[in-house]
């Protein structure tokens, strides 16, 4: 399996334009979380998904993320407008239900910078 | 809530000594306890995992790590590191219930001079 695959790699963007950050998981996993990474604050759950359902989205910061699973196989999260403050590293991770299997894999992350 | 402390933001060492990064936690009932190490602009890889039974677990490229219920801890160690053991290291916990998202600590950059 390739692993968890994020596209872009690498974003910049103006402040106040549409962001979009994609995520594919590992086949056969049913658990996709977002995270972010900043120096000041380390790395934040923003929200996860089972089942391409939202389970717990209390780490978005604001209204202006949104976060959706249309299926098993890819995710999106958005900033909508983007702020420099939200200049950070955005990671996916996936995870499968069952037994002992329960580290969460992680992708490459997406590196947004905010201008 | 759950929490992960690591409290040494930057780990020292000379190549072929032993290594030892720390890690405490805190959570309700058992816990699941991870190490990951990310190296630089990558994503975040898993070492090993601590879910039941023997307190030290082995992982990858030699590390190990020993839980340790009665101090809540979970550190991570290594009897001989090597350069390339530089990175930045997480550790993480999740309880057993069914909230499956990951808290993880700091972050511990661990230097290995030559």
């Known amino acids: 399996d390739a692993g968890v695959i994020q596209s872009p790699r690498h974003e910049v963007t103006e402040m106040g334009q549409e962001v979009t950050l994609r995520c594919k998981p590992i086949?056969?996993?049913?658990?996709l979380f977002w995270y972010r990474q900043t120096m000041m604050r380390g790395l934040e759950l923003l929200i996860y998904?089972?089942?391409?359902?939202?389970?717990?989205d209390s780490g978005m910061p604001e209204d202006r993320f949104s976060a959706k699973m249309p299926n098993a196989s890819f995710s999106t999260l958005k900033i909508q407008p983007s702020e420099p403050r939200d200049s950070a590293v955005y990671f996916c991770?996936?995870?499968?239900?069952?037994?002992?299997?329960?580290?969460?894999?992680f992708g490459q992350g997406t590196r947004l910078t905010v201008v | 809530a759950q929490s992960v402390a690591q409290p040494e933001d930057q780990v020292n060492v000379a190549e072929g000594n032993p290594l030892t990064v720390k890690c405490t936690y805190s959570v309700s009932g058992n816990p699941y306890l991870f190490w990951y190490v990310q190296y630089p602009n990558r994503g975040l890889q898993f070492l090993l995992k601590?879910?039941?039974?023997?307190?030290l677990v082995k992982g990858s490229y030699g590390f190990e790590a020993e839980f340790n219920k009665s101090q809540t801890s979970f550190h991570l160690k290594k009897p001989s590191a090597l350069v390339s053991d530089s990175a930045l290291y997480f550790c993480?916990?999740?309880?057993?219930?069914?909230?499956?998202?990951?808290?993880f600590g700091s972050g511990t950059r661990l230097q290995v001079q030559p």
């Open positions: 998904f089972n089942n391409n359902v939202p389970i717990d």
């Open positions: 601590y879910i039941t039974g023997d307190n």
């Open positions: 991770a996936s995870s499968r239900t069952g037994g002992q299997n329960t580290e969460a894999f």
């Open positions: 086949s056969g996993h049913d658990y």
């Open positions: 993480a916990v999740r309880d057993h219930t069914g909230r499956r998202a990951l808290t």
